[in-house]
């Protein structure tokens, strides 16, 4: 069976137009592909704190964002269930999943090793991770580390044949997510995509080609 990773925006699981569509695709897909998604909750952080979330957040920040994180992910898993997904919700450094270090003394971090192998003893029990980028170093410090960076780096230690980065409610931030998608590249995914729901349906349920697909240049 193939393997294929999501990295999905808060606010497209906040609109239910989009996390009912979403919701959809991912019971097809999980009986199809080996499947893992990562998620993030800026939008509800944003929302219930009342200001945008800090690029190097504050350890109250970040303890708060990890709060959402939960949150969300526990509805998201939730609902699955009640659509016979066999969904659960992980924090990233579960079990050592991923483990991160902080960059100086801020609390932003950057991944140092994974254990794919708890991935895989999930897939064999036809399990659905639904990941909260939640990591922590090895003396238990929370870290910032995005949803896009959890999900390229897991996609590429899994050999994933596919990556989405999903933006169905327009983040702005499609730049920054086709680097990520490089990077997944680089470290082992086949093929990546920055794309709409619409490009995900098409391409990973009827398997047909987007001009959504990232691809590195000979010059990589």
């Known amino acids: 069976m193939q393997t294929l990773a999501l990295s999905v925006l808060g606010k497209d699981l906040d ?83 991923v483990q991160a270090e902080r960059e100086g003394e801020s609390t932003l971090g950057k991944i140092v090793a994974v254990k794919k192998e708890i991935l895989e003893k999930l897939f064999a029990q036809n399990v659905v991770p639904i990941l909260a980028p939640i990591t922590k170093t090895k003396s238990g410090r929370l870290c910032f580390v995005s949803a896009d960076a959890v999900a390229a780096r897991l996609a590429g230690e899994l050999r994933a044949d596919m990556i989405f980065f999903i933006d169905d409610c327009g983040s702005g931030k499609k730049e920054e997510r086709e680097k990520f998608a490089r990077e997944s590249l680089m470290n082992g995914a086949k093929r990546a995509f920055v794309s709409d729901l619409s490009g995900l349906e098409a391409v990973a349920l009827r398997g047909e080609r987007r001009s959504s697909e990232i691809t590195l240049s000979p010059s990589t």
């Open 15 to 97: 609109d239910a137009l989009s996390f009912n569509r979403l919701k959809a695709d991912v019971k097809k897909l999980s009986s199809r592909f080996r499947l893992v998604v990562a998620h993030d909750a800026r939008f509800q952080f944003e929302r219930k704190e009342k200001r945008p979330l800090p690029d190097a957040p504050t350890e109250a920040d970040l303890e708060r964002y990890a709060d959402s994180l939960v949150q969300l992910g526990k509805i998201f898993t939730t609902k699955l269930s009640e659509d016979l997904v066999p969904a659960m919700q992980m924090n990233a450094h579960h079990l050592g999943l």
